[in-house]
């Protein structure tokens, strides 16, 4: 088994997979598990925001059609409590009209399922790319706000 991928930063990459079909999303968490990643599943939108509120997570992989909500309606519950935190429509309804949905919704990134098993090294690849750039950002935010701290209490700072 590969060891779990850290990020640029050394941390662990926590995934959330959500699909209503219990058994693609064991097959997905197998295959991203394959590729380092740590991965949780949920099957409902109601209990993967449960999750997320309850459990750190780094990425969110959804579906799109899904029962109770599409993934468009639980990427916006999930943009409401965690604005930034990457979201990646992983689905095999897609079309350019869900594409573009997606993105004028803030999803992080969108990849239709396809036959075969290279997608699952394309997905992983993305929420790696997605989380570091997250963290990333994070860590420049913070250092800025530290920075500004640090300016405004030298004498003669404003």
């Known amino acids: 088994m590969v060891d ?4 640029r930063t050394g941390e662990r990459i926590r995934v959330l997979h959500v699909d209503d079909d219990p058994d693609l999303a064991e097959i997905t ?3 991203l598990q394959r590729e380092g990643l740590q991965v949780k599943v949920e099957t409902t939108p109601s209990d993967a925001l449960e999750r997320i509120a309850t459990e750190p997570v780094d990425c969110v ?3 799109y059609q899904m029962t109770g909500m599409d993934g468009l309606q639980f990427l916006e519950a ?3 409590a965690h604005p930034h935190l990457p979201f990646i429509l992983f ?3 897609g079309s ?3 594409a573009s949905e997606a993105i004028s919704a803030g999803v992080t990134d969108y990849l239709q399922k396809e036959v075969g098993t290279d997608q699952y090294a394309v997905l992983a690849n993305r929420i790696e790319n997605s989380v570091n ?3 990333t950002e994070r860590e420049l935010s913070e ?4 920075l500004s701290t640090i300016f405004s209490n030298l004498p003669g700072g404003s």
């Open 78 to 80: 999930v943009r409401d």
């Open 29 to 31: 968490a197998e295959f």
């Open 4 to 7: 779990d991928i850290p990020s």
């Open 61 to 63: 992989v959804s579906d």
């Open 96 to 98: 350019e009209e869900i």
């Open 143 to 146: 250092n800025r706000r530290q």
């Open 133 to 135: 750039k997250h963290r």
């Open 91 to 93: 689905t095999g309804k």
